[in-house]
């Protein structure tokens, strides 16, 4: 038969045991809020949807895509390989560093989709990093663009990461592409960049 001792030091304990138990409920719920307030309202970068992405996730991603950055884009769709079906990849959406969607997707006859996967640790420029890189290049042929269009892959067997830069005025209309590594952050090739040329007056001149 059990002495009031006894029955007092279960109790305690029972006591010390859901004590432990609240705390560690406590320290999970506020650092999901913190997480969450660390992002909250917020436009994150690539590489910072990547590392959140990876973190929860045994995945490997051979492509990240955000559109209509401005500076970033409010959420990052990261492509990665089905593991268990050859041919079909699985497209998760990142938005303040959380998963919010998912799904399927199958390779189309002739589509470019990366299957190249991704080397985080040479990846060394984030989408911060080539916006501003896009913004220097555009100002020295005196363009102005409004919005970006990002894509993250490796473009072929050298296994280099590349950003692909779609530059987009405020109609959303491109009015060209940068390709940079995102390695070095070297512009690797321009399409469609036209500089603005002066408009030579019609006019003569007065002394003329």
């Known amino acids: 038969m059990l002495n009031f001792l006894t029955i007092l030091n279960i109790c ?23 997480f969450q307030n660390l992002y909250a ?5 690539a ?28 959420q990052w769709l990261l492509l990665c390989q089905d593991e268990k079906n050859s041919g079909q990849f699985l497209e998760f959406v990142v938005k303040n560093g959380k998963v919010v969607a ?19 640790g040479k990846i060394r420029v984030d989408s911060t990093d080539a916006r501003r890189i896009a ?3 555009a100002k020295q042929l005196g363009l102005s663009f409004e919005t970006v269009h990002y894509q993250l892959r490796c473009r072929d067997a050298r296994r280099e990461a590349v950003w692909l830069l779609s530059l987009r005025n405020s109609a959303s209309v491109e ?3 940068i ?9 690797l090739r321009r399409v469609g960049l036209k500089p603005v040329r002066p408009i030579k007056s019609s006019f003569s001149s007065v002394n003329g």
């Open 12 to 34: 305690k304990n029972q006591i010390n045991c859901r004590l432990i138990f609240l705390k560690v409920a406590l320290l999970g719920v506020l650092s999901q809020l913190i």
């Open 41 to 45: 309202g917020e436009e994150v970068s």
């Open 47 to 74: 590489l910072v949807a990547y590392d959140a992405f990876v973190e929860n996730a045994n995945r490997v991603i051979v492509g990240a895509v955000g559109f209509s950055g401005k500076p970033q884009p409010e």
């Open 102 to 120: 998912q799904r399927k997707i199958s390779r189309l006859p002739g589509q470019d989709l990366p299957d190249i996967p991704l080397s985080r």
């Open 135 to 137: 913004l220097e290049e």
């Open 175 to 177: 009015i060209g592409k």
């Open 179 to 187: 390709y940079l590594s995102a390695e070095s952050g070297k512009v």
